[in-house]
């Protein structure tokens, strides 16, 4: 595609439900981010997948996240039991090597 | 895991006037990127400089790179309301890139 595409754009859900969000990068891209960014902060890493490396967790803030990715292409980011801590703007990036890092436009979590 | 850090936190300045924004880092880096983000959604990228290189420019923005400070700056030059933004640098190495906390700049028309 032209550009990252992230899915929802918004959810809202309630405390305890799962969610799962959805991140397409820019084709042939093979390094992919996903970064959460709360109210007037900065970006906090949390994964990153290069190629066929196994990915780099080390950003994840419990055992109720965790992400996938299919070769080099989409990416779901799952929240467990989600709290009220997670609500969050929860940006996807992709690149090649070594290069400019695009982002998508990010899904903005809300959990009531 | 190395991040980049900005400062100042906040900078409000004049329409026309300067805006410098400084990135301090910790470890070695291939390059380092500064970005612009407009609404606490995606964020755009404004300049990539490479680790051997030492200034690099485009449009009114100026980035300079010290490898030996572990240091960049970026300068907006002759500001504009539009340029009301948080501004970020990532750094790193390969493709392990991380952010800072960012800089806030306020352009008063």
């Known amino acids: 595609g032209a550009g990252v595409s992230q899915s929802p754009s918004n959810k809202v859900t309630e405390k305890g439900k799962d969610v799962e969000l ?3 990068p820019i084709s042939g891209h093979t390094a992919l981010y996903w970064y959460r960014q709360r109210l007037g ?5 949390l994964i990153y997948f290069q190629g066929n490396s196994a990915p780099d967790k080390s950003g994840l803030p419990s055992d109720r996240f965790s992400a996938e990715r299919t070769g080099e292409s989409v990416s779901t980011l799952t929240i467990q039991r989600t709290q009220q801590e997670d609500s969050a703007v929860y940006l996807c990036a992709s690149s090649l090597l070594r290069n400019t890092i695009y982002f998508g436009e990010g899904s903005w979590l809300t959990v009531v | 895991s190395q991040q980049g850090e900005e400062d100042p936190q906040a900078l409000s300045i004049q329409e026309g006037e300067n805006a410098t924004m400084n990135c301090s880092y910790k470890t070695s880096i291939n390059n380092l990127q500064w970005y612009r983000q407009n609404s606490g959604r995606g964020l755009v990228h404004l300049i990539l400089i ?3 290189e ?6 009114r ?6 490898t ?13 309301a539009a340029d009301t933004a948080s501004y970020f640098c990532a750094t790193g190495i390969n493709n392990d890139m991380r952010f800072g ?3 806030r700049l306020t352009v008063k028309p």
């Open chain 2, 50 to 52: 490479r680790s051997n």
């Open chain 2, 68 to 80: 030996s400070k572990k240091s960049s700056s970026l300068l907006i030059t002759a500001s504009r």
């Open chain 1, 41 to 45: 902060q900065g970006l906090e890493f």
């Open chain 2, 54 to 59: 030492r200034e690099k420019h485009s449009g």
């Open chain 2, 101 to 103: 906390a960012g800089t």
């Open chain 2, 61 to 66: 923005l100026r980035v300079t790179l010290d």
């Open chain 1, 22 to 24: 959805r991140c397409d």
